[in-house]
């Protein structure tokens, strides 16, 4: 996706106070402001559904890649249906779940460890694959997983991400379609997890430093 399609929330400016919207009491002190509000991502998530099926010329299987992923593939998916039975044209859908595990704290670990059983995956020679992810940080862990999927001989494979981090650290690798460019900073919410807390919080938030030494694992 060309980059002028994103959203960009990098600035300054699109940092709200925590008192603009209503965040779950027993994280107040944990994030130290609202990224991106629900109700932003839910109205981004239905553009990106239209440019998925308009880009699909047939059966699309659609993996979520867990768990962070879980929250953006059930309100993509969800666009989805709604544009097969609005748009005219319609897409079939299977969907599939992998899981993959790479940071510690607030650190990509550098190894990557995915799960997914080869019973399922020889189904995937000459599909169509859209994998979904909730967020490229690094890059490491989508590169990785795209190199073990070719092994599956999918006739394409295409990724969208619902943010996508602004960070030196990245290995250059852009997905398909992006939801929301973001700055470098550790995000949580709407799935999105520190050492998995925060998946119960609706809007996108940036982790305060009370948030990283609240649920930090120490070892
Ligand atoms: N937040 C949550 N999970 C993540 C992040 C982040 O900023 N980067 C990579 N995984
Ligand atoms: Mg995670």
Not at 132 to 150: A, S
Not at 183 to 210: K, M, Q, T, W
Request: charge should be negative; proline fraction near 4%; charged fraction near 25%.
């Amino acid at each position: 996706m060309d980059p002028s399609k994103w959203i960009d929330v990098t600035s300054e400016s699109f940092k709200y106070s925590l008192d603009h919207f209503v965040i779950p009491s027993h994280y107040q002190k944990d994030v130290s402001s609202i990224l991106i509000p629900h109700g932003i991502i839910m109205d981004r998530i239905e553009k990106l559904a239209k440019l998925i099926v308009e880009d699909s010329k047939g059966p699309l299987v659609i993996c979520c890649v867990l768990k962070g992923g879980h929250q953006f593939f059930a309100d993509l998916v969800n666009e989805i249906k709604k544009c097969n039975t609005v748009l005219g044209q319609s897409v079939p859908l299977s969907l599939e779940f992998i899981k993959v595990r790479s940071y510690h704290n607030d650190v990509s670990t550098g190894t990557v460890s995915i799960s997914l059983t080869d019973e399922e995956c020889q189904d995937w020679k000459n599909k169509n694959l859209l994998i979904v992810e909730d967020i490229i940080d690094t890059g490491n862990t989508m590169v990785k997983l795209l190199h073990k999927l070719q092994e599956f001989q999918p006739a394409s494979v295409r990724v969208a991400s619902l943010l996508l981090k602004k960070t030196p650290k990245s290995n250059g690798y852009v997905p398909n379609y992006v939801g929301f460019a973001i700055p470098d900073e550790f995000v949580v919410g709407y799935a999105l997890d520190y050492n998995e807390y925060f998946r119960d919080l609706d809007h996108i938030c940036i982790i305060s430093e009370h948030g990283k030494e609240a649920y930090a694992i120490k070892n």
